[in-house]
């Protein structure tokens, strides 16, 4: 960018300051349009505010990309490291961390954040991990405050430390702060993150509020299930304090296994808090806002919604990101990125990065992917998540194993079924599985939760042992042991048990087996001709069966598929759904199939880019007489098929392989769970 060009951008500054109330469009709910201040409207009046626009360089062409979209706001994160460890984030005992040699430095941080304000940067927020541990975080303030033409400097923050750290912070120039909270119970708290500190991130915030920070955001995902049950106290939460709390719709990242089911949309949030408060009322916004914004009349705070699942915001998008590892990465929601640490450390001149961060910005694309794509997206394992935008939001863009669905599964509503109903000794020992050190009931479902609970009480009072198998677990299925003193959990099922066992109890010290599979076919007569099997005599019983598939594409189809580039539609959305409707047309497919009512059938395809191939897994669950293998294995078959006829026209070249039941429970012949 030529000196003068920039010369004249830096003397823009404060116009622009001065007129960007003036210059923001009304958001898309028709709220107004601030009005411009007198000064602005002096300044504009003046002759150097005119000689300013007439003369006025655009802005940066490198951080516009091809739909218009200037980018102004860089979000930094400083480290991979957490204070906290989160059921939803990593395992208890932490993580690889990404050596220190190659993250960046204060210095590399400063030199890029300079180079970004050149360009016309006015906002840079510090994220994580968690900043706030990384010891030079307090000069590293001080440095960006330094930067001609940065208007604002932020944070996003889990709170335990900024109650220490804020006043300088402060001092050195910190003006906004983002403090993420899930719950105001600070039992629930306690377990979510498996630390103390409920109180220390309550003193942070009321630090906040005391320093004359206006507004205080709290960033608060909401999760069904989980917290929207604490709607109306966040909502309360503003009553007396000037924050801005934040509802973010939950959202999916990789090694989060995405559950619909689990999301709280933003209009089902705003019904719920209106039945409440129905004066509350619309804020203005804007254009490049995240946020939806409502406030109680007479509450000194205000609250917001982050709709970044049902209603995106990516045509006004502004925003770019660089990783503690020094990549640029122009989407949250995209899998490319750009070493700038590298460039930065071969000695590329300021020109050569500005021209590398221009090609990467340049590239952005329209819109993110819908909901399914981005829950099947392969992309780095973010754990350590963008907090304004994810579901995770206390921490974000680094860490490199990430905990999967087994880790962590239906967590929360088991640990608020259980810790509701039974003793507190014994509530926390139910939660402690044996095999993965977990502190949840493995496997769960809806219906279940009450025959769970039930069955739990029962055996405090006889000692049994009870179970409860993880659909998606490749574990074979264990005992729990309850007893009135809460002993750990214990395996109880014999090695020569395992293939047929279904349950087991400990009134007699015993284990209660079931018939083994059988060795003659079910589906013929005396005569050997196909006859379907009668289930009239067999007893009811909940029967889940998981299957796969693979479809291995070839390079070429593969990269159409992950950028949906090809022309019949969006391949695995599509799939999903003839999955799904292939599992309830079964009966009518192979012809000896009983037509059975499905209770829950779930589909989800995956990009292994290592084999060019899209994997797939499909769940069927019923409560019935027979089984639910067929209607997995035509899920998985006919998802497979789908994905083979929309590529068909870039490649012939496509294998559909390894077709199989992957897990089984229920039923009289005992459980199967592939190796």
């Known amino acids: ?70 980018h102004n706001y860089l979000r930094i994160s400083l480290t991979e490291k957490c204070n906290l460890r989160c059921q939803y984030c990593m395992p208890e005992e932490g993580v690889q961390l990404t050596p220190k040699s190659e993250l960046l430095t204060a210095q590399e941080i400063i030199t890029l954040a300079r180079l970004f304000v050149k360009e016309g940067v006015e906002k840079i927020r510090l994220t994580g991990g968690e900043p706030l541990i990384r010891p030079d975080v307090v000069d590293i303030v001080g440095q960006l405050y330094k930067l001609e033409g940065l208007k604002t400097i932020a944070v996003t923050t889990n709170g335990i430390n900024l109650t220490r750290l804020l006043p300088r912070l402060k001092e050195a120039g910190l003006n906004a702060i983002n403090i ?67 509802f973010i719709e939950y959202m999916p990242f990789d090694g989060n296994k995405w559950n619909f089911k689990k999301m709280v949309s933003y209009k089902e949030m705003l019904d719920t808090i209106k039945q409440r408060w129905p004066e509350l009322e619309k804020l203005p916004c804007e254009t490049s806002s995240t946020a939806k914004s409502f406030k109680v009349p007479h509450f000194q705070g205000q609250i917001s919604f982050i709709t970044s699942m049902s209603e995106h915001f990516c045509g006004s998008c502004n925003r770019l990101r660089i990783t503690a590892d020094g990549n640029l990465k122009v989407c949250l929601f995209g899998s490319s990125e750009v070493s700038l640490r590298d460039h930065l ?21 329209k819109q993110h992917a819908g909901m399914f794509n981005i829950s099947q997206m392969k992309n780095r394992p973010m754990i350590l998540i963008e907090p304004v935008l994810m579901s995770l939001p206390l921490c974000r863009d680094a860490l490199q194993n990430p905990p999967n669905s087994k880790q962590w599964g239906h967590t929360f509503s088991h640990w ?60 074979d299925t264990k005992c729990l042991e309850a007893s009135p003193v809460g002993q750990v959990s214990v395996d109880c099922q014999s090695e020569e048990a395992s293939s047929g066992s279904e349950f087991c109890t400990r009134d007699l010290g015993s284990c209660t087996t079931v018939p083994r599979a059988s060795d003659n076919l079910t589906h013929t007569d005396e005569e050997g001709r196909a006859t379907m099997v009668d289930v009239g005599g067999k007893p009811d019983s909940k029967r889940i069966a998981v299957a796969g598939a693979v479809v291995r594409l070839g390079e070429k189809a593969f990269g159409m598929v992950r950028q949906n580039q090809v022309k019949k539609g969006d391949v695995l959305a ?46 069927c669950q019923t409560w019935g007489r027979t089984g639910v293998e067929m209607e997995a294995l035509t899920a998985a078959s006919l998802a497979a098929l789908t994905v083979y006829d929309m590529c068909k026209a870039v490649t012939h070249d496509i294998v559909i392989e390894e077709v199989k039941l992957l897990s089984k429970t229920g039923g009289q012949r005992g459980d199967f769970s592939r190796a």
């Open 574 to 619: 599509v799939a999903q759904i003839a999955g799904i409707q292939g599992a309830k047309l079964t009966s009518q497919l192979i012809p000896l199939c009983h037509n059975i009512p499905l209770n829950h059938v779930e589909v989800s395809l995956s990009l292994d880019e290592s084999r060019y191939a899209v994997v797939i897994r499909s769940s």
């Open 1 to 70: 960018m030529a000196g003068a060009a920039w010369g004249r951008r830096g003397g823009l500054a404060l116009l622009r300051g001065a007129l960007g109330a003036a210059s923001r469009r009304a958001c898309s709910s028709g709220a107004p349009v601030r009005a411009p201040s007198a000064a602005a409207q002096e300044l504009q009046s003046s002759g150097r505010g005119r000689f300013l626009l007439e003369h006025a360089a655009p802005f940066s062409a490198f951080l516009t990309d091809s739909f218009g979209r200037q």
């Open 180 to 246: 993420s909270l899930d719950t105001l119970v600070p039992a629930k708290f306690e377990f979510i993150v498996r630390r103390k500190g409920f109180h220390k991130v309550m003193e942070g915030i009321h630090k906040a509020t005391e320093l004359g920070y206006r507004p205080v955001k709290v960033n608060c995902v909401v999760m069904r299930g989980f917290n929207e049950d604490e709607l109306l106290s966040f909502v309360d939460f503003t009553k007396d304090l000037p924050l801005d709390v934040r």
């Open 345 to 365: 450390r071969s000695g590329a001149s300021e020109e050569e990065l500005v021209q590398i961060i221009g090609a990467a910005v340049g590239r952005k694309k």
């Open 416 to 475: 608020l079924t259980s810790r509701a109903s039974l003793p507190k000794q014994t509530g926390k020992v139910l939660m402690k599985n044996k095999l993965t050190r977990q502190l949840f009931l493995p496997g769960s479902y809806p219906e279940q939760q009450r025959q769970i609970t039930m069955g739990i009480l029962q055996t405090q009072l006889r000692g049994c042992c009870v179970f409860q198998k993880d659909p998606d677990s490749t574990f």
